[in-house]
C-alpha cells in the first residue's frame, strides 16, 4: 500500500531504523535480514532525499530530518497498533494478553500483590509483564512500550489520561535501639541525624525529596539506594534514618528491628495514578485491567 508514493510497509523499517539507529539490530526486532533492512533505509533515503541515518565514528547519528520524523512516525504506528490491537469484546477468562505495566519497586511491594491474588493464573490465563519505571512517562507511553503506568499523580505526562487510585503517607523509620531517637522525632534530631534515600536513575528526583525541598528540609545523607523497598535494610542494625511510604514502613517491622515515627514536618500525601495512551481510552483489555487495578487498591490496607 502506498500514500503519496511512500510504501506505507516501510514505516515500520524506519521508525526501527529512528529508534534503533542501527541496521543490524533493526533488522533482527523486524525479524527480516540486514541485507533487506539496507535495502529499505536506502528506499527511505531516496524517498525522503536525506540520509536519515549519518555514521559518526562507531555510530550511526539521525539527521535533523530524522530527528523530526522520529515521533511522528512512532505516533502513527501506535494509533494502528491501538486500533488493530483492540477487540470490541475481551474475555479474561480465555485471553492470554500480555500486559505491560510499568511500576517502581515500591508499587511491586504493596499494590501489585493485591492485585495478582484478583487475577490468579487458574482464573485468568492472562500474562503481566512488570518492567522499571521509566524516567520519562510520557516518552513510554508515546513509543508504545507500555500497556498502563502506575505513577505518582506528580509525574505523570498532561499529555494522556491519568486516574488516582489511592493515597500514601509518608513516615520516618529508624533501627528501634537507635541511642539518641525515642519514640518521637523534632525537625533538629531530623537535621542532625545521617539519612538512606532512595535516588532514581538518571538524576531525577524521588516524590519526598521533591516535597522536602518545597519546604527548604535538608537531609545529611550519607547512604543512597535504587531501590524504596531497600531502605530498610539499610536503616536496622545502624544509627541511620529514612523517610519511606508508610505501608513499606509497616511491611518492614514485620521482620526488621524499626520504629515508626511520624514527620516533624507536614508532607503532602503521594496520589499514586494509573496511566495509560490516550488512544486506547475505549480498549476493553485495559478497561478491565484498570478496574482490577482499582479493585486492588480499594483493598489495600
Known sequence: MRFKNLDLNLLVALDLLLMERNVSRAAAKMHITQSAMSNALARLRDY???DLLVQVGRRMDLTPRAELLREPVRDILVRIESSVTATPDFDPTVSDKTFRIFVSDYSLATLVPQFL???SPGRFPIRFEFRPQSSD?????DAGDADLLIIPEEYASQAHPSEVIFTEDFVCIADIDHPRIGDELDLEAFARERHAVMQPPHDATSFETLGMRRHGIDRNIDATTFSFASLPYLVAGTERLATIHARLAKQACL????????LPFTLAPMRQAIQWHAYRSNDPALNWLKDRLRLAASQLA
Open 117 to 119: 491474588q484478583l487475577v
Open 48 to 50: 525522503f532525499r536525506d
Open 137 to 141: 512517562p510520557r516518552k513510554t507511553l
Open 255 to 262: 521482620h526488621l528491628p524499626l520504629k515508626i515515627m511520624p
